[in-house]
């Protein structure tokens, strides 16, 4: 009896853990707030901890916990190259940031270039 609710346990908590990455995976997507990556990677973490904590005679090899597992592992690696693109992304556009500065910074410098003047609109 203990060892059916034992599986039901695992299967349950494989099963969070597979909609977490499909949720971390949506977040990517969305190009959410970082924060949202975080919590859902934090959840993720803390139910890799309550499934380590369950007993190992629980995480055999059956079919079904196999291929939840397998599951997951796919929905990770598809998350993490979603994130890696991201990422790129991410590092292109600060690359142009800071070639954009370096290009005003250059003009400001030079000798020829008209006083910058800033107006406050509000006022």
Known sequence: MEDKSGRQEL??????????TEAQKKVVQQRAPVEALQDVIAAQEELKKEIALLPPDFAGSEDGCAALLKKIQEEEKETRDLLEGWLSEVREEITHLHQGQAVVRAYLKQETAPAARFFDKRR
């Open 11 to 20: 299967y349950t908590l494989l099963g969070r853990w597979l909609k977490l």
